[in-house]
Every structure is written in C-alpha cells, then in structure tokens.
C-alpha cells in the first residue's frame, strides 16, 4: 500500500528554526518574543501587538475587548469552527450574516441585517487567503456604529489596495498554527490598530503570563517536519485519531502567552508566496478549461496569499485525498450544535454558506506540490468539462444515426 499522500495544505519549517526553537524552550528567553513583536508592528503599521498561544486566544481576547460579555457580534456563516470556539469562551452573542459564494466576502445585505438587528461588532474572515472587501465592510459598519474585527488568521501575505490583510481591523488577528501561512507549531497575535483600546490593552498583556517553554510547539513542528511530506504524509493521514484534514471543533481555553520555541520558529519561517502564487496561476487556467466550475473571484487590488486554492463546483466532482483536494468546511456557522447557545433568535436563511458547504473545495498549493502533483489537479479540474463533451457526443451521433 502506498503512503503517498498529498498534504492538503502545508507551512514551511526551517531546519534553523528548528534549532532556534530548541535553544529558545531550553532558555525560556524572552527574545524570540521581542523580535516577533517588532516585526509585526513593522509590517501591519500597528502599535501595539499581543503574542498569544493561538489564533483562536487572540480572537477571544479581541471579542472580549470590542464586544463585551453579552453583546452581539455578527459572524460570517462559513468560517472556521474555532470561530465558534472563541465566540462561547468569551461569553459573547452572535448573529450569523451570509457570504456571497462568489468572492468569499459578505453578503453586504445579510450584513446590514445583522447589524441592524443590534450586533455591536462584524468580524470579516479572510477565507483560503483570498482578501475580503473590508472597504465594504466598513462603510456598512459605520452605518451603525459598529466595530469591525479581522481574522486574518488565514491572510498572512495577502494583500489590499496594498497594505496586508489585518492592517484594516480596529482590532485583528492572526494565527500562526500548522497549517498556516508562517507556522510556529502554534501560536497567534492580536493587532491593536484602534487607540481606543490602548488603556485594556496592558492589562490584557499582563493576564496572558509568562511566555512557556513550548516544548509541545517543538515536538509538534518537528514532527511535522519529519512527517509532513507526500511520500510519508499518508502514515498520519490514516490515523483516525488525529483528524489530520479534517475540520472538528476544539474548545477555547483562557488566553496564554505564545511560547518562546513558537516565537523562535515565527520569526524564522520562510513564506513560500511566490510559489503558491505560481500554482494557482496554473490552476486558474485549468479552471477556466473545466466549463462547469468557478474559482473564486479576487476583487480589484487585491492579492491573494493563496493558502489553499478554492473553487466552486456545480456538483459533478469528489474530493481526491491523496492530490489533497478536499471539501471546505461541512457545516455552516448557523447549523454548528456547538454554535447554538451563543446564537441570538430567528436567524435568516443563508444560502451563500450553504452552496459553499455543498461546493467549494480546496486544492493545495504550497511548496511541496510538484510537477506531478500538478498534472493530478489539473486533470481533476478538467475531467468533468471533458466527460460532458464525450457524452454530447455520443448523444449527437446516436442522434445523427437515428436520422
């Protein structure tokens, strides 16, 4: 039996980072936490930074400080689980807005509904890499006083109108978990680009604690390391246990501070953006020969960091695991039963989430799909579009032999 299998989506691991990671968890030294810091300020133009244990505790944090226990916040319907994960620590309520399959952005109606039936804050989320329409977001937002926070948790290295995705929040984050644009095994940050929150924001570094050692980020990165490789990947792929590509709900636990192995390997990981933007451009070709598939459409000055490429299918097509073609999330926001009790009453139907439940798949792009892999995708991409030309004409011939 074969172990080949595709990884669905891959972060590059640097041997250095790596070796920094082991000196920084023996030392427990706050320096790989200061260098992170500083380069995040320098490239989101942001003043204050948090560095905490994940995505998911930077997100807590930030409901916690623009939302409030017992306010509402209105939430995209197709979004990552650990949206509803944070969502329920923090105590707050949310409504839950449509998106439009086509862009992966808001439905700016369903939005405008949200808010104007009472949600204090939208948080936008950059789905797969490709950049949301926070112009948009912002203009409805300011209709009605609302704040808007971004997860750019999937964004890093994607851009709009220039700047990086989670310079536009009043409040963002990102996450650098496996699986992520820059992986430090795990860990995430909060980006405070609002002065408004300047005088919490202290208080909210002080109760994230020490940074740890991280001795877990450095067994998990090494192992991925070791594992995360097509011709091994399918040895962890095959352990039910371990959900690899699989979307399941984990709960939020109360914000830490990221560790100093995380911090060692963020500041050392190499990014990979020009290839990623290299695969999807061939993919895009492909896409356009399949005839009964779209890829999703990338607004005007943006630029993808395509973590995943994402399209969406008329129906025809399976998931190919060992390509890594998967689905994209199986359940809309709305329907998630760990979702339920932080979801305000007599939510609207949200038809977008549902085509992209049903539909949209992703296809990986990172930087060890290679030449054969690509030809695999393509040929997935293309073969429906070729069957149904096959079939019409057997069907014109019968047609033309029964004349």
């Not at 449509?98 to 808001?106: A, E, G």
């Not at 492909?286 to 995943?308: H, N």
């Amino acid at each position: 039996m074969s172990v080949r299998r595709q990884l669905p989506v891959h972060s590059p691991i640097a041997l250095a980072g790596l070796s920094a990671a082991t000196v920084a968890a023996i030392t427990r030294r706050r320096v790989p936490l200061s260098r992170v810091t500083a380069a995040l300020r320098r490239e989101f133009a942001t003043p204050r930074v948090l560095l905490t244990d994940s995505g998911t505790s930077a997100l807590v944090a930030a409901l916690r400080l623009g939302v409030g226990k017992g306010n509402i916040v209105a939430v995209p319907g197709y979004s990552c689980f650990d949206v509803a994960s944070a969502v329920r620590f923090a105590r707050v309520k949310a409504r839950v807005y449509d998106l439009d399959p086509r862009t992966l952005s808001p439905d700016l109606d369903s939005l405008d509904a949200a808010l104007r039936r009472g949600a204090k804050a939208v948080l936008v989320t950059h789905l797969f890499g490709y950049p949301a329409d926070m112009h948009a977001v912002a203009e409805v937002a300011q209709r009605y006083g609302a704040l808007v926070i971004e997860d750019a948790a999937q964004g890093i290295g994607a851009t709009l109108d220039g700047k990086p995705l989670g310079a536009f929040g009043a409040l963002s984050i990102l996450s650098f978990g496996r699986g992520k644009g820059v992986t430090g095994g795990r860990g995430g940050a909060l980006l405070i680009n609002d002065p408004r929150f300047d005088a919490v924001a202290a208080e909210t570094a002080a109760a994230l604690g020490p940074p740890p050692h991280g001795w877990s980020e450095l067994f998990v990165s090494t192992a991925q390391w070791m594992l995360g490789r097509p011709w091994l990947y399918g040895i962890p792929a095959r352990i039910p246990a371990l959900h690899l590509g699989e979307t399941v709900y984990h709960r939020a636990h109360e914000p830490r501070s990221m560790s100093a192995a995380a911090a060692a390997l963020v500041s050392r990981a190499p990014r990979g953006l020009a290839g990623r933007m290299r695969i999807a451009a061939i993919l895009t070709r492909a896409v356009e020969e399949g005839g009964d598939i779209a890829a999703i459409a990338v607004a005007d000055k943006a630029r993808p960091s395509y973590l995943r490429y994402a399209i969406v299918d008329s129906g025809r097509r399976s998931p190919s695991p060992d390509i890594g073609v998967l689905r994209g999330y199986p359940s809309s926001l709305a329907y998630l039963e760990a979702m339920r009790p932080a979801l305000v009453g007599d939510e609207v139907a949200l038809p977008g989430a549902d085509r992209l439940v049903k539909s949209l798949f992703t296809l990986p792009t990172h930087g060890l799909v290679r030449s054969a892999d690509l030809e695999m995708a393509t040929e997935w991409l293309r073969v429906p579009a070729r069957l149904l030309v096959k079939a019409r004409a057997e069907r014109d011939s019968l047609s033309q032999a029964g004349r």
